[in-house]
């Protein structure tokens, strides 16, 4: 339990990946330690996250702390389960993610719209804006449409201002609702098997809050269906996922509630939390930022709205997206509990290059951010971002490091929405970039009022002349700034809100 208590303190003051990280450094890729009694492996070898998440996959399993920590928010959804019935499951979201993406950038189009006018309004006001939160009612929009056939539209009302108590179901409610269960849900993985000792009745009226949101999107998807059948037996489907679900009356109401729950928050989130991190970057480092605008803008002619085609033939804007993987991984912490005794290639012997036993039940955990920062792989300058790293892979030079390389994980489990995720933050970079010609990293407002923990920290001894020295981190399910992602705008001349190509 000591061991707990630096990870606390530095996860209050919103350090964690300077921790993280300082301790790989202190204890080698791959060190053992115990944690609430159970001892774990912690690694941030590629080999050996190869290792769990493909090579012997079938080794390794989430493990029961990790099932019963999501169960109290997404009950039997995809990221909860194991097995037969996490296959089932998979199989069950794959058409999801079977996209037409130019279709998909018509759908995003209207809520980019929504977007660019707040955008355009602050920035003639010259107040600075948290894009950040602006980010996550957009991926919230755009991911109901997708996923219930009808948007929340929340870019278009302030949710701040929105009362859970003067409107259950309402997005503002489930928005609320859905931060705090899964900044929850991150600080109660953190104590693994004793998950359960974090819990308050906030959490859970916030797990209630977001099952009936979605219950109600089902209930009248289930009534349309059922009222469609009786006049006219092809009628009632919709279009939406949703809708294809319901449409097979073999699969019971809570797990598609489950599936439907667990879908959106990872769309939501995810995506959110990605684009976030490519501002926060852009903003700090505006070289990169022109040199981006200005491939655009001559690829694209001003302000043509882009196409699948258009993102990949732009290939310094995957390197931008890239990097900030890299730098800031949506998910920095991942892990696996062994089914059996195996082995992994790295951590044992004196020299931590030898195999390493892991017996049976020992949780593994799998350091994304660290491995990302690891300098024998990436650079001497592995905490700079800078996405002419990744042109110098495959030219000729001694940069090899794709292997290591893993944001959305991979192999059997490789994150879903992948490519759904890259599209989208592609597209979203592009429009800001076309509407504005500069984007001013600011202060936030909570940075003035930083608690002890935070201006004190790191101790001397970190390593932390790093990219991210003055950044704060918000660790739950996903990876987030923690105070916001604040620019100031500048409009790029006469602003175009057409839909013309």
């Not at 179901?169 to 931060?179: I, M, N």
């Not at 059996?340 to 955990?365: F, Q, W, Y």
Request: glycine letters at 8%.
């Amino acid at each position: 339990m000591p061991r707990m208590f630096p990870t606390i303190r530095a996860d209050r003051a919103g350090r964690l990946p300077a921790f993280m990280l300082q301790e790989f450094e202190k204890h080698g890729h791959t060190y053992t330690q115990r944690v609430t009694g159970q001892l774990v492996v912690l690694t941030r070898s590629p080999a050996n996250v190869q290792t769990i998440c493909k090579t012997r996959f079938k080794d390794y399993e989430i493990g029961s702390d990790r099932a019963g920590n999501f169960h109290a928010l997404i009950g039997h959804g995809i990221l909860a389960l194991d097995g037969r019935e996490w296959t089932r499951s998979r199989a069950m979201l794959r058409p999801h993610f079977t996209r037409n993406f130019d279709e998909d950038f018509v759908q995003l189009e209207v809520h980019v719209q929504h977007l660019l006018r707040r955008l355009i309004d602050v920035a003639f006001k010259d107040t600075p804006v948290d894009v950040g939160d602006l980010f996550l009612k957009l991926s919230t929009d755009f991911a109901t449409e997708a996923v219930f056939g009808h948007s929340t539209n929340s870019l278009l009302f302030d949710l701040k201002h929105w009362s859970g108590e003067q409107d259950k179901g309402s997005a503002g409610d489930f928005s609320l609702a859905v931060d705090h269960a899964l900044h929850m849900l991150g600080q109660r993985g953190q104590l693994i098997n004793f998950y359960w000792v974090r819990d308050s009745p906030r959490f859970r009226q916030s797990c209630r809050t977001c099952k009936a949101f979605v219950n109600r999107y089902l209930e009248d998807a289930r009534r349309s269906q059922a009222e469609h059948s009786i006049e006219d037996p092809g009628k009632g489907r919709g279009t939406s996922f949703m809708h294809s679900l319901v449409a097979r009356d073999t699969i019971p109401a809570e797990v598609i509630r489950d599936q439907l729950l667990a879908l959106l928050l990872a769309s939501r989130d995810t995506s959110a939390s990605f684009a976030s991190w490519v501002i926060y970057a852009l903003a700090r480092h505006t070289e990169v930022m022109a040199k981006l605008r200005s491939l655009i803008d001559t690829h694209l002619q001003g302000c043509r709205i882009p196409t699948a085609a258009d993102i990949a033939a732009l290939p310094y804007l995957r390197h931008v997206l890239n990097e900030t993987l890299r730098v800031f991984p949506v998910v920095p912490l991942d892990g696996r509990t062994a089914k059996v005794d195996t082995i992994l290639p790295e951590g044992g012997g004196p020299d931590g290059k030898s195999p390493l036993l892991i017996p049976a039940g020992t949780k593994v955990a799998f350091n994304i951010y660290a491995l990302h920062h690891r300098r024998d792989i990436f650079g001497m300058d592995a905490d700079v971002f800078r996405p002419e790293r990744w042109e110098e892979v495959g030219a000729g030079t001694t940069a090899d490091f794709e292997g290591a390389f893993m944001p959305f994980i991979f192999g059997p489990r490789v994150c879903l929405g992948k490519n759904m995720a890259m599209m989208t933050v592609s597209y979203l970079v592009i429009r800001i970039l076309q509407k504005f010609e500069h984007l001013e990293a600011v202060d936030s407002p909570a940075s003035q009022i930083l608690p002890k923990d935070s201006r004190n920290w790191p101790s001397e001894d970190t390593r932390y002349d790093m990219e991210d020295k003055e950044t704060t981190f918000s660790i739950g399910v996903t990876m987030s700034p923690r105070d916001g992602v604040w620019v100031k705008l500048r409009s790029a001349g006469e602003t175009h809100l057409g839909r013309g190509r």
